[in-house]
C-alpha cells in the first residue's frame, strides 16, 4: 500500500494523472429516446461523467460547465465523450433527463448522452465500479431527497478512471472564503503574507482545480495520441 501510494504521489508529480480504477464490466442504461446504450460502447474514446439529480440541478451545475469547456476545447475530435447520469431514475425518467438536455442546448449533441438506468444497478456501480460514493435519502425540511456527491471523472480510452472532481466543492469552499473577506476586509488585511496565501488559494479554489483537471485531461488526449516523451 505504502508504494502505491508513493507511486501516485510520483505520477502527480510528474503531471501524470494516476490510475484510479478500470471499468471491467459494463453499464447499460437508456438516452431520452429510449435507445439502450453501453458505457462500454465508449472504449477507445476520452470521456467524462458525472452525476445529476434533477431535482438538486445546482449540484452539478459547475461539473457540466467544466464539461461544455472540455467540448468546446476538443471540438475537432470526434474521440470525446460526455456522460450525465441521473442517480435518481424513478423521478428522472428518460423524458426529463431530454428536457434537461434541452435545458442546456445539448440534446442534438451526438457527442452527450443523458442517461437513465434502474436505481439499484445505477447506484451500484457509481459506489463499487466508479469510486463515486454512496448515494442515499436523507430528509430534509419533512421531504426525502437524495444524497450523492456530486463528482466529475475522467476515463482513458481504455477505460480508466484517471481523476475523480468535486467541482461542487470548490465552488463552495470559493464561495464561503469570499464572503468571509466581504464581511471583515480589515482582519484580511491584518493577516501575514502566508496567510493571506492560503486564503487567496481557498477564494479561487474552482480555478485552481480547473488547472489540475485541465492538465490531467491534456495529458490523457497526449497519452492517447501518442505525443509524451518517453520516461
Not at 18 to 30: D, G, I, T
Not at 69 to 76: I, S
Not at 156 to 175: C, H, I, S, T
Request: proline share 3%; net charge negative.
Amino acid at each position: 500500500m505504502i508504494d502505491y501510494i508513493q507511486g501516485l504521489r510520483r505520477q502527480e508529480k510528474m503531471g501524470r494523472p494516476p490510475h484510479v480504477a478500470r471499468l471491467e464490466s459494463n453499464f447499460a442504461a437508456m438516452t431520452p429516446d429510449k435507445t439502450a446504450v453501453g458505457l462500454g460502447s465508449l472504449e477507445g474514446k476520452v470521456w467524462f461523467l458525472t452525476t445529476v439529480c434533477l431535482s438538486q440541478p445546482e449540484k452539478s451545475a459547475e461539473n457540466i460547465r467544466v464539461m461544455k469547456l472540455v467540448g468546446a476545447k476538443y471540438a475537432d475530435r470526434d474521440d470525446v465523450h460526455f456522460v450525465i447520469l441521473t442517480v435518481d431514475p424513478d423521478n428522472d425518467l428518460p423524458e426529463k433527463m431530454g428536457v434537461f438536455a434541452e435545458l442546456l442546448g445539448l440534446a442534438e449533441n451526438a457527442k452527450w448522452w443523458f442517461l437513465a438506468a434502474g436505481e439499484e444497478p445505477t447506484r451500484g456501480y457509481l459506489k463499487d465500479k466508479l469510486k463515486f460514493g454512496q448515494v442515499g435519502e436523507d430528509e430534509v425540511d419533512g421531504q426525502s431527497q437524495v444524497v450523492f456527491d456530486s463528482v466529475l471523472g475522467v476515463f482513458d480510452p481504455d477505460r480508466n478512471l484517471r481523476g475523480r472532481y468535486d467541482f461542487a466543492e470548490a465552488w463552495e469552499v470559493q464561495e464561503k472564503t469570499l464572503a468571509l473577506i466581504a464581511a471583515d476586509e480589515a482582519a484580511y488585511d491584518k493577516l501575514n503574507e502566508k496567510q493571506k496565501a492560503a486564503i487567496d488559494k481557498s477564494r479561487e479554489s474552482v480555478k485552481n482545480l480547473e488547472g489540475l483537471f485541465f492538465d490531467a485531461v491534456d495529458y490523457v488526449f497526449g497519452e492517447k495520441d501518442g505525443l509524451l516523451e518517453e520516461e
